[in-house]
């Protein structure tokens, strides 16, 4: 048990509509990742926050968003799904935001049909 | 484009034997080299890293070693054990500079230890 949680842990939804993944990170830790695999590819970096502010980018679409909240619990927001955003959506933590080392959760897996 | 290359999707080792995987990587500006295995339903779990600074980097039956003018990364497990049956990601920081600590995964390489 890595000490990070993810809900739900299945999300079945339908094109166009908009759905919201949380995680809770280890105790202590400030930092929160966002990471997308989609089938055959590997882990995708979407967004990092740290202590609640937004720390790095990555290659996330206009169509989603992300916050980190004061508890340090985070958020991403999915909106006007459509059928390429089914994927595996992992949440990881870390006591700093440099990157060294991140405790994944076990994922949302996010059907879009 | 992939800076973070695993081009062996599967690997099969017996067991005992020692299991190599490998990965490349395109941007020099690399600083931090990781290793992550996850196992089916549930999420990667640090394995072992290295600094850009070092060659190699020990634990137990896990060993990694770096060839930077190579852009090269391997990790090697000796003796390899049903348990190490797993998929295999290679990760790389970007640099410890404020926005950049992300870190880029490879794709991955599934590995079955065959008893």
């Known amino acids: 048990d890595s000490g990070v949680t993810q809900t739900p842990k299945h999300l079945i939804t339908a094109t166009g509509q908009r759905v919201t993944l949380r995680c809770s990170p280890r105790s202590g830790d400030l930092s929160v990742y966002w990471y997308q695999q989609s089938l055959d590819q590997g882990l995708q970096f979407l967004i990092q926050?740290?202590?609640?502010?937004?720390?790095a980018k990555g290659n996330i679409l206009e169509r989603f968003s992300a916050q980190q909240f004061p508890d340090l619990h985070s958020e991403l927001n999915l909106s006007s799904l459509e059928l390429g955003d089914s994927a595996l959506y992992f949440c990881?933590?870390?006591?700093?935001?440099?990157?060294?080392?991140?405790?994944f959760g076990s994922g949302t897996q996010l059907s879009v049909l | 484009d992939q800076q973070v290359k695993q081009n062996s999707p599967s690997l099969s080792v017996q067991e005992g034997r020692i299991s190599i995987l490998n990965c490349d990587y395109t941007n020099s500006m690399f600083d931090y080299f990781l290793w992550y295995k996850k196992y089916p339903a549930e999420g990667p779990t640090f394995l072992i890293s290295?600094?850009?600074?070092?060659d190699k980097n020990e634990d137990g039956r896990f060993t990694v070693f770096l060839n930077k003018s190579a852009k090269h990364l391997s990790l090697h497990i000796v003796p390899s054990q049903p348990g190490d049956s797993a998929v295999y990601f290679c990760?790389?920081?970007?640099?410890?500079?404020?926005?950049?600590?992300?870190?880029?995964f490879g794709t991955g390489t599934r590995l079955t230890i065959i008893p």
């Open positions: 926050y740290y202590n609640g502010e937004e720390r």
């Open positions: 990881a933590s870390s006591v700093g935001g440099s990157g060294e080392k991140l405790f």
């Open positions: 990760a790389a920081r970007g640099g410890a500079n404020f926005g950049n600590e992300k870190l880029t």
């Open positions: 290295i600094s850009s600074i070092k």
